[in-house]
């Protein structure tokens, strides 16, 4: 089974620019999740997907970040305009029931850095 | 708030001694604690999902133990292949979704 695709691997752009991650969760994945990793920082949550609708977007930093999923299958977070503080490594994952007793699979994310 | 501090924050061993990685976790009903494994570059590897006190789970040389307050990762007989961040994080019983509370991981070296 293929697993968790996230696009770009990196991405370099400068302030005030907009930048748009992708994520291609595994197919049959109704749950698809957004984290993201700023330096010397933990892990943290920014929302949650049931196919189409957010089940939780508590973790959404400010109204900059702007996440959708298409017909419930992949999804994009659309950062705008990025700010420095935006830096980091983001995550996407996805599993199949909630709560997921074999976690989630996450991707090997997307390096974003602001300058 | 739900917390999660993992110690220590790197650990370096020989090859053959064992040790252990300790998660501290302070959340409103436990729902599950899970452990990860992470390779530089990559994302998060999932390795055991833990539910209630005194629960073990056991994979090749690693094995996961939960408290009320705390859970421990043992390594035993490590090798340089176990070289990774270890991470826990938990997930709380009141959430409506299932999102995770993670703590800042364990960097684990393992030299031959």
């Known amino acids: 089974e293929a697993g968790v695709t996230q696009f770009p691997s990196h991405s370099v752009i400068e302030k005030g620019q907009t930048v748009t991650l992708r994520c291609d969760p595994i197919s049959g994945h109704d749950n698809l999740y957004w984290y993201r990793r700023v330096m010397g920082k933990e892990i943290k949550f920014l929302l949650h997907?049931?196919?189409?609708?957010?089940?939780?977007e508590s973790g959404m930093p400010n109204n900059r970040f702007l996440a959708e999923r298409t017909g419930g299958t992949y999804s994009t977070l659309k950062v705008q305009p990025a700010e420095l503080e935006d830096s980091g490594v983001y995550f996407c994952?996805?599993?199949?029931?909630?709560?997921?007793?074999?976690?989630?699979?996450f991707g090997s994310g997307t390096r974003l850095t602001v300058v | 708030e739900d917390q999660v501090t993992q110690s220590p924050e790197a650990l370096r061993l020989q090859e053959g001694e064992s040790s252990s990685l300790n998660c501290s976790y302070t959340v409103s009903g436990l729902r599950g604690l899970f452990w990860y494994r992470q390779d530089p570059g990559k994302g998060p590897e999932f390795l055991f999902t833990?539910?209630?006190a005194g629960e073990e789970k056991e994979k090749e040389r690693l094995k996961a133990t939960l408290t009320k307050k705390e859970s421990f990762l043992h390594i035993t007989a490590p090798k340089p292949e176990d070289s990774a961040t270890y991470l826990c994080?938990?997930?709380?019983?009141?959430?409506?979704?299932?999102?995770?509370?993670f703590g800042e991981g364990t960097q684990l070296t393992v030299n031959p």
């Open positions: 994952a996805s599993s199949k029931r909630t709560p997921g007793p074999s976690g989630y699979t």
């Open positions: 833990l539910y209630s």
């Open positions: 997907f049931v196919k189409e609708s957010k089940q939780d």
């Open positions: 994080a938990v997930q709380a019983a009141r959430t409506s979704g299932s999102r995770l509370t």
